[in-house]
């Protein structure tokens, strides 16, 4: 049986991925889940899964090297997928330290222990042992605004947030282990994910929880930045497929030709949740263009993304599955469902988050 390390299996991409791996492989693969439980990492988004047999979860840090090596000492781990690192961009602005400590020291922890698990004494490695490194298409910089250049694997990096230069920094380490060792490694470079266990800090879910609730939709600068949006499901079967048909060494992009203006994705959703509230629904009087705000911009915003997906495509036969239209209708109705899940994770610590971004704005 394949066992699968899965760091930051319990925010919203490592959920997801879970969820997915196991609607695919079922009983013939063994997934260790680490996460530190930050405040974005939530064990309610794999409470369907939690008894399995072929599961399992450990409280670890990425940064605890005794930890993550007692996690490589118990199990034969087979598969890498590093999912774990401090993810939004606006934190990373206000609270630099912390994405140097997890995304740059916790890769090199990860990267430690898997080569000190998998090195053979002549410095080769164990066969068919892999790890994946889950980056962004936010260390490539920023787009002119027109829709005629896309970010390529061979696109030089040019990360401006902190977040972002901490993932460059951690993609550098996973190629320096790459090159000089030999580590059988491959890094994906993805667009922006939406989709159910999203957490209400990022654009999507953070508007749909806004409109709900009657409140001001926050656009930073003009609304005109540009995103290139793709459907979380079809992120988790990208990282698959890369895993298992993908030349190993080599980076990967991940996206799907769907870019939008930040406005346009806030029509969007206002239009869908009109649509999707029964009638008689009290929500259907204040949902409209009346709650968006524009607000003070994003320091040292990012213009545009757009990942051109063609080695994937051409390589493994990766192609996005879920249309945005489709996409934004089953995110907004799993939210229509899972309202418990968004009171609790608005509660208490985000719920001081919000106050200290926002009060400015
Ligand atoms: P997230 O913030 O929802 O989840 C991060 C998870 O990592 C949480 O469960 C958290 O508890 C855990 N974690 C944080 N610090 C940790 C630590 N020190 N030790 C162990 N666990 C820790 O993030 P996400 O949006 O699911 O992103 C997952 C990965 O995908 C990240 O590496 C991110 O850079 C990358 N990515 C995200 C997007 C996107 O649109 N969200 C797009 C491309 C790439
Ligand atoms: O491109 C991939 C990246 O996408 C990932 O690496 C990051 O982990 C993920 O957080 C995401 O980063 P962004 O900064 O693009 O996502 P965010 O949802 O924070 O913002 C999307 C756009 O919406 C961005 O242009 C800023 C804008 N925005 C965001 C928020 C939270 C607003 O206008 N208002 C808001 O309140």
Redesign the pocket.
Known sequence: MRTYLV????????SNYIHYMFGKYGDSIRIIN?????Y???LENLKDIEDRDNYVFIK????DKDAIAAVFEQYDIDRVVH??????VDRSIKDPEVFVR?NVL?TAVMLNSAKASWELPDGTFKPDKKFLH????EVYGSLPEDDSAFFYETSPYDPHSPYSAS?ASSDMLVKSYMDTYKFPANITN????YGPY??PE?LIPLIINNALQGKKLPVYGDGKNVRDWLFVEDHAKAIDMVQEKGRLFETYNIGGHNEKQNIEIINIILETLQEELPDGDERKAYINKDLITYVEDRKGHDRRYAIAPDKIKSEIGWEPETMFKDGIRRTIKWFFMHEDWMKNVTSGDYQKYYEDMYSNR
């Open positions: 760091t930051g299996g319990a925010g919203f991409i490592g680490v996460d530190a439980l930050t974005a990492g939530n670890a840090d990425i940064t999912f774990a690192a401090e993810s939004h997890t916790g889950v980056s962004t298409d993932k993805c667009s922006n994910n999203q957490f990022k």
